[in-house]
């Protein structure tokens, strides 16, 4: 089972629901911390989910890093894993991650099975969920709170800094998840 055949099976079985609200995407590969590290997949609404995939070929060598930068955005996060790493996963992940490993069954099939479901996390980082917006996003948002052009036209970093001194993480994620919905370019199965 390769990451490919992981995340096709994934999208149909258990991510269907999600695809089908006219109020989520569902993003392949979306860039986080910029270009830091790349979520798997990422299901946007009201919340930002996170999902990583480990699959036969992958190792867990850089869970860690994976882990801290998901924390930084995420919601909530889920390691989707194949069958070798089920083990492993509960002592590299924390308690606020689910757990949902991949079995391939005698016809070729994959199967999902939900070892531990995600739970809210208590750490996201505002500036890191800003981070998620393009500069002329970030700017747009500013207008919108009537801050002066100058402003608005500050270095991506300070439009960031200023719209978490502006907004609560709830203010900011509402204005976050709305921009991310509203774009056109995106990566999807």
């Known amino acids: 089972m390769n990451d490919t055949l992981i995340r096709e099976c994934f999208h149909r079985q258990r991510l269907w629901r999600h695809r089908a609200s006219p109020n989520t995407i ?10 830091k590290c790349r979520a798997d997949i990422a299901v946007i609404n009201d ?18 890093q994976q882990v801290e930068v998901y924390g930084a955005v995420f919601d909530r996060a ?8 089920a083990r492993s996963i509960r002592s590299a992940i924390p308690r606020w991650w ?34 998620l917006l393009w500069s002329d996003e970030a ?21 960031y800094e200023r719209l978490t001194d502006l907004l609560s993480l709830a203010e900011l994620r509402k204005e976050v998840t ?3 919905k509203k774009r056109k370019s995106w990566r999807r199965l």
Do not use: W
């Open 26 to 35: 569902v993003v392949d590969e979306l860039g986080l911390k910029h270009g």
């Open 47 to 64: 919340h930002l989910a996170g999902y990583e995939i480990k699959s036969d070929e992958d190792s867990l060598s850089r869970l860690e």
């Open 78 to 85: 889920t390691a989707v894993v194949a069958t070798k790493h």
């Open 98 to 131: 689910g757990i949902v490993v991949c079995h391939l069954e005698a016809k070729g099939r994959i199967v999902f099975e939900s070892m531990r479901d995600a739970q809210q996390n208590k750490y996201v980082d505002p500036f890191s969920v800003a981070q």
């Open 139 to 159: 700017s747009s948002i500013l207008k919108s709170l009537r801050e002066p052009p100058k402003t608005q036209r500050l270095r991506r970093s300070l439009l």
């Open 178 to 180: 709305a921009c991310l």
